[in-house]
């Protein structure tokens, strides 16, 4: 049984920094590329971030590109999220999502995400 398990949201001042990490069981993690989405009140799940199985080139929502950066300990089958310079618009309950099997890239569309986290709210002050 997959579970994934996200800590290390929070609020911040606008200008911060936070890190998420999600840590997983029940797969043979370093086979799996992994993402994280958003959602605001009122809004739809949105794609973050991903990395791939391999811990290669990783893939950016515009909104956040040379904020946000992921990365992945195989060894302790947790990925991580830092994010810094954090604005007020990056308020949102934060999702890690476990992409396909020996897929490249988790896939954007969350409708394509079978296994999610709990979530974590972060919120970020004005």
């Known amino acids: 049984q997959v579970q994934l398990v996200e800590s290390g949201g929070g609020l911040v001042q606008a200008g911060g920094s936070l890190r998420l990490s999600c840590a997983a069981s029940?797969?043979?993690?370093?086979?799996?590329?992994m993402g994280w989405f958003r959602q605001a009140p009122g809004k739809e799940r949105e794609f973050v971030i991903g990395?791939?199985?391999?811990?290669?080139?990783?893939l950016y929502a515009d909104s956040v590109r040379g904020r946000f950066t992921i990365s992945r300990d195989n060894a302790k089958n947790t990925v991580y999220l830092q994010m810094d310079s954090l604005k007020p618009e990056d308020t949102a309950v934060y999702y890690c999502?476990?992409?396909?099997?020996?897929?490249?890239?988790?896939?954007?569309?969350?409708?394509?995400?079978?296994?999610w986290g709990q979530g974590t709210q972060v919120t970020v002050s004005s």
């Open positions: 990395i791939s199985w391999s811990g290669g080139i990783p």
């Open positions: 999502a476990l992409g396909e099997r020996k897929v490249w890239q988790v896939a954007t569309d969350p409708r394509s995400i079978t296994n």
């Open positions: 029940g797969v043979t993690f370093s086979n799996y590329p």
